[in-house]
């Protein structure tokens, strides 16, 4: 059984979905709510080793495809957006839909933005300011959308729905590169790669394919990608795993080559399969 022929066995029988990002409270009972969390980065720029923290990187943005939504005269569940370490939360955009009304939006327990109007269209794009406070001790950024109860939305209050969507946090800086099997995962990732190397025997390729099972389900909606090739580029969140074959027990090393966190499992059959398997 060779590599790409599992490969495509599990690509056509893994489904990989979202499911309901971390979420807070509720006020109101007219509050509705619909999310699912996935992280996608619009840049690629390499991360400086260590030694480089005078060196400038490009601008990057984190997308989430998430959403959050509010009824007339309620406050919508918390929208939480993780923030790498070593990074900083500069700003945010996102959209924000409804049929009619106005809304505010609030970061942490902060009105960021108050009174915002839906236009005809009942789309627009929102920028959302960022206080140095708003990053929570969990290096997270909440956000919350607020409907007021008019006159008009009394008879509607079921139906009149505002939401907040697919929010993009823009960054400055770099991650932090970690160091240690427990701080090698990222509370949300971009996008995860699995390298086995080319010629890899039956037990490698089954570990491989685990691997990819077992980190979209640790990162349900972030892209996990199956290769032979580590990628050269990096953004904040990115990871590799790599599977090599060995003699012994399984070892695990973090390294960072290229300055993307790199974690690499190497040990015999059906133990480095059960290594992967705990790796969701």
Not at 11 to 20: D, K, R
Not at 65 to 73: P, Y
Not at 209 to 217: E, F, G, I, K, Y
Request: aromatic residues 2%.
């Amino acid at each position: 059984m060779h590599l790409r022929t599992t490969r495509r066995r599990l690509m056509s029988t893994l489904a990989v979905t979202c499911i309901g990002g971390a979420l807070l409270g509720t006020t109101g009972a007219a509050a509705v709510t619909s999310s699912t969390r996935s992280v996608q980065s619009t840049a690629e720029a390499p991360t400086p080793g260590p030694g480089d923290s005078n060196v400038s990187v490009p601008p990057l943005t984190l997308g989430f495809r998430s959403q959050v939504s509010a009824g007339a005269g309620a406050t919508s569940q918390a929208l939480v957006l993780p923030i790498p370490e070593g990074t900083k939360a500069t700003g945010i955009t996102a959209t924000l839909t409804g049929d009619r009304g106005t809304a505010s939006i609030l970061v942490g327990d902060r009105v960021a933005l108050a009174d915002v109007g839906l236009p005809a269209s009942g789309r627009r794009t929102v920028t959302i300011p960022l206080e140095p406070t708003d990053l929570t001790t969990s290096r997270a950024i909440t956000l919350r959308v607020r409907q007021p109860l008019s006159d008009t939305s009394v008879c509607s209050r079921s139906i009149s729905t505002i939401t907040l969507a697919d929010p993009t946090v823009q960054l400055s800086g770099h991650e932090v590169v970690p160091t240690s099997l427990a701080t090698f995962f990222p509370p949300a990732s971009p996008g995860l790669t699995v390298v086995v190397p080319p010629g890899a025997d039956d037990d490698l390729a089954a570990a491989g394919l685990t691997a990819v099972a077992a980190l979209s389900r640790r990162y349900p909606g972030s892209p996990v990608a199956l290769t032979d090739v580590p990628p050269r580029t990096s953004t904040p969140g990115r990871r590799i795993v790599i599977l090599r074959s060995g003699t012994d027990a399984v070892q695990a090393q973090v390294t960072a080559p290229e300055g993307i966190p790199t974690l690499t499992l190497t040990g015999r059959g059906p133990e480095l399969t059960d290594a992967a398997a705990a790796l969701n």
